[in-house]
């Protein structure tokens, strides 16, 4: 294949930035796959009375930022979409990484809380351990409900006019549609990429 040719005959960095764009909110500037991060702790947290062999998997979680999470990302656009996210107003930013602190937060504190519960009771007072993990799951949702809007509505009073934020819509559905095009118009790969 063509090295400088990546997909659909269409140069690496035009395809990277459709990569970007189809991973980033258009509304926000931020990728949503961040916040899975935050739905793997939950997930962990709320399957561990019923399944206390995550338990390894589960204080094996750490917090990152989401500029440390696109930089290990194997995912297809992390750079683009880690540019996009650097390039975002920083008022908008910060509200944001508020709502990241607040889910830190409340994730670490809840692993204290299991792993104390673990180290005092052992498999004793299974009750009182799902009971817990039950409104640490409560609490982390509601609080991944908050950061979620943020990253699939953006803000009101992010420093974003509504002509800047049709247009930046308007691009993104123009390149899915040329992307859906181009899937079904043209062949995946011909003879020339061969060479």
Same mark, same amino acid.
């Given at each position: 294949m063509n090295a400088g040719l990546a997909r659909n005959g269409r140069p690496g960095a035009a395809w990277q930035e459709d990569d970007a764009l189809s991973i980033v909110s258009p509304a926000s500037g931020i990728a949503n796959d961040y916040l899975n991060l935050f739905n793997e702790v939950i997930m962990l947290i709320e399957q561990l009375p019923s399944m206390p062999e995550l338990v390894d998997d589960l204080f094996a979680w750490r917090p990152q930022s989401?500029? @440390?999470?696109?930089?290990?990302?194997?995912? &297809? !656009?992390?750079?683009? *979409?880690?540019?996009?996210?650097?390039?975002? @107003? !920083?008022?908008?930013? &910060?509200?944001?990484? *508020?709502?990241?602190?607040?889910?830190?937060?409340?994730? #670490? &504190?809840?692993?204290?809380? +299991? $792993?104390?519960?673990? $180290? #005092?009771? !052992? @498999?004793q007072a299974p009750q009182t351990l799902a009971a817990h993990c039950a409104r640490a799951g409560q609490q982390? $949702?509601?609080?991944?409900? $908050? *950061? #979620?809007? +943020?990253?699939?509505? !953006?803000?009101?009073? &992010?420093v974003d006019n509504a002509q800047q934020r049709a247009d930046r819509l308007l691009q993104v559905r123009i390149n899915a549609i040329r992307d859906l095009e181009d899937f079904y118009e043209k062949p995946r790969f011909t003879t020339e990429d061969e060479d």
């Open positions: 989401y500029e @440390d999470y696109f930089a290990r990302s194997p995912l &297809a !656009g992390s750079k683009s *979409a880690l540019e996009v996210y650097q390039r975002l @107003d !920083g008022a908008f930013r &910060a509200k944001f990484e *508020a709502a990241v602190k607040e889910l830190d937060n409340q994730a #670490t &504190a809840a692993l204290v809380m +299991i $792993r104390r519960h673990l $180290r #005092t009771k !052992g @498999d982390l $949702r509601q609080a991944l409900e $908050r *950061a #979620t809007a +943020i990253v699939n509505h !953006g803000a009101a009073d &992010a």
